[in-house]
């Protein structure tokens, strides 16, 4: 039997254009060419990693996410990261990083109260 690839991981959204650009800005993902009003797709650079795709919903977020994204700095550190992505928006909401050993992750919420997690960079880990 054929696996079945993922293809976009949808979220709801109050205003999916305003969290479609934040999530952009967050993941390199582009905004696809002609946004709808009520969708708004992110498409990946490549073909192997689903879209992530923005529905506007009248529905309030009301609990903690029962799935959520982790993110992986490309370059520099985890908490560079963490502060560009406060610039842009995020909020914080758990610190997990342990300053004895400079492991752990932060928990940040995207505009719309979304939780997701920021780890170390690549080169954190190898290091």
Same mark, same amino acid.
């Given at each position: 039997? $054929?696996?079945? $690839?993922?293809?976009?991981?949808?979220?709801? #959204?109050?205003?999916?254009?305003?969290?479609? %650009?934040?999530?952009?800005?967050?993941?390199?993902?582009?905004?696809?060419?002609?946004?709808?009003?009520?969708?708004?797709?992110?498409?990946?650079?490549?073909?192997?990693?689903?879209?992530?795709?923005?529905?506007?919903?009248?529905?309030?977020?009301?609990?903690?996410?029962?799935?959520?994204?982790?993110?992986?700095?490309?370059?520099?550190?985890?908490?560079?990261?963490?502060?560009?992505?406060? #610039?842009?928006?995020?909020?914080?909401? &758990?610190?997990? %990083?342990?300053?004895?050993?400079?492991?752990?992750?932060?928990?940040?919420?995207?505009?719309?109260?979304?939780?997701?997690?920021? &780890?170390?960079?690549?080169? &954190?880990?190898?290091?």
């Amino acid at each position: 039997m $054929p696996a079945n $690839p993922v293809r976009h991981i949808t979220i709801d #959204a109050h205003d999916p254009l305003r969290l479609a %650009r934040f999530w952009a800005e967050v993941t390199g993902f582009v905004v696809e060419d002609e946004p709808e009003d009520d969708e708004v797709l992110l498409e990946p650079p490549s073909d192997q990693a689903p879209g992530l795709l923005f529905i506007r919903v009248p529905d309030e977020k009301v609990a903690k996410n029962r799935v959520h994204l982790d993110i992986e700095p490309p370059t520099g550190t985890r908490d560079e990261a963490v502060q560009r992505l406060l #610039a842009l928006g995020a909020t914080m909401h &758990e610190d997990h %990083r342990r300053a004895s050993d400079g492991l752990g992750w932060v928990t940040l919420r995207d505009p719309e109260g979304n939780e997701f997690c920021v &780890e170390r960079s690549a080169a &954190e880990r190898a290091g």
